[in-house]
């Protein structure tokens, strides 16, 4: 009786050690996930800036233009019909968007004005460029895609968290709700290609 108590006891601490093992596991990578979440989503800027309207107006065009220069670097070596199509999406809508943002700023006398947010992208922008320029024939695709999840999430974030927040003009704002639509357009499909690609 007391051997079978023994061994009941010994069981249980044995589970019991099992569960807490199992919980701590799971608490570390909660924290692993996160912490990567935040990294993966930490927005383009140095100092927390307050971004004028001539500063919003060059960070537009700086995502506009890196967006047209990482799609024309991945294109000609891209492989699957809806990585091409994506890239091509990009070039077109983006383009439009630069006219949009340069009539706009034409209209309301704004000078596009460098700023750390700016510049943090254009870099980020030249990164991403030098590697598709080094990407393989069989990686290109996913490295394209995998790019365009990460700066459309980035982008979103900024338009909601500095760009949006910092302008009282109407026209500009009402140009930064019509863009984070687009980008939000073009992260879902980014998304849903890349899941394909993975699924390979």
Same mark, same amino acid.
């Given at each position: 009786?007391?051997?079978?108590?023994?061994?009941?006891i010994?069981?249980?601490? *044995?589970?019991?050690?099992?569960?807490s093992?199992? *919980?701590?596991?799971?608490? *570390?990578m909660?924290r692993?996930?996160?912490?990567e979440?935040?990294?993966?989503?930490?927005?383009?800027?140095?100092n927390?800036e307050i971004?004028?309207?001539?500063?919003i107006?060059?960070?537009?065009?700086?995502?506009?233009h890196?967006?047209?220069?990482?799609?024309?670097?991945a294109l000609?070596?891209l492989?699957?019909d809806?990585t091409?199509?994506?890239a091509?999406?990009m070039i077109n809508e983006?383009?439009?968007?630069?006219?949009? $943002?340069?009539e706009l *700023?034409?209209r309301?006398?704004?000078?596009?004005q460098?700023s750390?947010?700016?510049?943090?992208l254009?870099?980020?922008?030249?990164?991403i $460029?030098s590697?598709?320029t080094k990407?393989?024939?069989?990686?290109?695709?996913?490295?394209?895609m995998?790019s365009?999840?990460?700066?459309h999430r980035?982008?979103?974030?900024?338009?909601?968290?500095?760009?949006?927040?910092?302008?009282n003009?109407?026209?500009?704002?009402?140009?930064?709700?019509?863009?984070r639509?687009?980008v939000a357009?073009h992260?879902?499909?980014?998304?849903?290609?890349l899941?394909k690609i993975?699924e390979k």
């Open positions: 009786m007391k051997a079978n108590n023994m061994m009941k010994i069981n249980c601490m *044995a589970v019991s050690g099992i569960l093992l199992t *919980a701590c596991q799971a608490m *570390a909660d692993e996930s996160t912490q979440g935040k990294n993966h989503l930490k927005l383009p800027h140095a927390n971004l004028t309207d001539n500063r107006i060059k960070v537009l065009s700086t995502t506009n890196g967006e047209i220069k990482q799609a024309k670097t000609p070596k492989k699957a809806d091409r199509k994506y091509q999406m983006h383009s439009s968007n630069e006219t949009k $943002v340069q *700023a034409s309301l006398q704004l000078t596009p460098v750390h947010t700016s510049t943090s254009q870099k980020n922008s030249d990164k $460029v590697k598709l990407s393989s024939n069989t990686t290109i695709d996913k490295d394209y995998m365009q999840v990460k700066e980035k982008v979103l974030m900024l338009i909601d968290k500095q760009l949006i927040p910092n302008t003009n109407s026209d500009l704002k009402s140009m930064l709700a019509q863009t639509t687009t357009k992260l879902q499909t980014a998304k849903q290609i899941i993975n």
